[in-house]
């Protein structure tokens, strides 16, 4: 099992940068691939990012392509997602996901359903 512990939100002014973490429990971190969600307010949750074990593929929503980057370091347990040029849209709680994936595929890394483990979340707010 792993546990996740999401930080680095708050209150960015649009066109700015957050960088989020997520620290994981449990040494068979780097067994796992993990992954990035958000909910928005009065939304359903929806796949950001995603990166396999070894960090040699990463897969992004068209909705932050380009402007998100998602990145992990396995001798500190811990991924990141750097948010740059946000927008107000990109306002809402972020997840911190983990999953062992046979096979990556990109249905069933943008699948939320497909991941077991998830951090508590953190508030990433836009102001326009």
């Known amino acids: 099992q792993v546990q996740l512990v999401e930080s680095g939100g708050g209150l960015v002014q649009a066109g700015g940068s957050l960088r989020l973490s997520c620290a994981a429990s449990?040494?068979?971190?780097?067994?796992?691939?993990m992954g990035w969600f958000r909910q928005g307010p009065g939304k359903e949750r929806e796949f950001v990012a995603a990166?396999?074990?070894?960090?040699?593929?990463?897969y992004y929503a068209d909705s932050v392509k380009g402007r998100f980057t998602i990145s992990r370091d396995n001798a500190k347990n811990t991924v990141y997602l750097q948010m740059n040029k946000m927008k107000p849209e990109d306002t809402a709680v972020y997840y911190c996901?983990?999953?062992?994936?046979?096979?990556?595929?990109?249905?069933?890394?943008?699948?939320?359903?497909?991941?077991?483990?998830w951090g508590q979340g953190t508030q990433v707010t836009v102001s326009s």
């Open positions: 996901a983990a999953e062992i994936f046979s096979v990556w595929t990109v249905v069933d890394v943008t699948t939320r359903t497909e991941w077991d483990y």
């Open positions: 449990g040494r068979t971190f780097s067994s796992y691939a």
């Open positions: 990166i396999s074990w070894s960090g040699g593929a990463t």
